[in-house]
């Protein structure tokens, strides 16, 4: 099951705090790192983040990561951090922003991966160099996906923001599951033989002494379920190509968060900083029949009183739209 937490306030540095469980395992991943984001999250909980994906630099999406960074400097397990080309270089200064003088005792390590458009190229800082030398850790391919767990695969999107940044879409595993009420109607008793139908087997399968088709079997007793998706874009260009490129991208994603900077009115001053207005990405969520969408971003330039009437206008193209809980209280 994936679950997303927005973090900040309106008007202010947001975040999406992610977990993936899939009952045997987790993976947990944090969206941009705005300055003051993490207040609130358990300390525990920063330091257990697998993954740090930035949409890209720009310090409102980036200004909290010395809080995050004190947390996981020195864990055991390495870090992990994903945004646009010169992203490496940038967390390059970052890292030596501090007086390192214990750093040979240290045993914490970095793997920072530059997202291009067709490749990643990935870059290890160590700890007890002081953070002071990239080692290049090569460059693959990739075809949209990143990085995947067994619990959530993460595909970045290209985006256009006076350069690039980076939008994210998580999707679960499938989901199979046992229909057990099949099983009771077949006389069947469950066993490590179901274990080898999800796993794929194929031809006869023992099933307490009696051989079965195990296509058969699966097709009987296994049932098959989408698993869960979300997307997160933000500080992007968003027109009438962009939104013809991105909707089949997003085609059937659950929940769509992404920024809600300006008021229609205001579409000249969004396209010349290439942000959206609230109506242009309640029209996305409506073209890639997304299923509901969350609005985050808010612009400082609308006080407070304005924030339902902009959450009205999405919703007078895109029913499904909402704020994050208690934005509106």
């Not at 008793?189 to 794929?200: C, E, S």
Request: some cysteine; proline content about 5%.
């Amino acid at each position: 099951m994936i679950r997303a937490q927005v973090l900040g306030r309106p008007a202010e540095d947001n975040a999406l705090w992610i977990t993936a469980d899939s009952g045997q395992g987790r993976t947990r991943l944090l969206l941009d790192c705005g300055a003051g984001v993490l207040h609130g999250v358990p300390f525990a909980d920063v330091q257990a983040t697998d993954h740090l994906l930035f949409s890209h630099l720009h310090m409102d999406h980036v200004g909290g990561f010395d809080d995050f960074f004190r947390a996981t400097f020195d864990r055991p397990q390495p870090g992990h951090v994903w945004g646009p080309p010169g992203t490496a270089r940038i967390l390059g200064h970052r890292f030596q922003g501090y007086w390192w003088n214990h750093a040979p005792e240290l045993r914490g390590r970095y793997v920072v991966h530059d997202v291009h458009d067709s490749h990643v190229q990935s870059f290890r800082f160590e700890a007890h160099e002081a953070y002071a030398t990239p080692h290049d850790e090569g460059t693959r391919p990739h075809d949209g996906v990143i990085l995947t767990t067994p619990e959530v695969s993460v595909q970045a999107v290209p985006l256009e923001h006076h350069g690039r940044s980076l939008g994210f879409i998580l999707r679960e595993p499938e989901r199979v599951s046992v229909d057990t009420a099949a099983l009771a109607a077949l006389g069947l008793q469950g066993g490590p033989w179901l274990a080898a139908l999800k796993q794929g087997a194929t031809g006869e399968l023992d099933v307490s002494g009696t051989v079965h088709d195990a296509d058969t079997l699966r097709a009987a007793v296994l049932r098959r379920e989408v698993g869960g998706s979300l997307a997160y874009f933000t500080d992007f260009l968003l027109d009438g190509a962009e939104q013809a490129r991105l909707a089949p991208l997003l085609n059937g994603v659950q929940t769509l968060y992404a920024e809600a900077q300006y008021a229609p009115e205001d579409a000249e001053l969004a396209h010349r900083h290439q942000h959206t207005t609230v109506a242009q990405v309640a029209a996305l969520a409506h073209a890639a029949q997304v299923q509901t969408l969350t609005l985050l971003h808010l612009s400082r330039r609308y006080r407070p009183e304005r924030w339902p009437e902009l959450l009205e206008t999405a919703r007078q193209t895109f029913a499904a739209t909402s704020f994050p809980d208690g934005w509106l209280t």
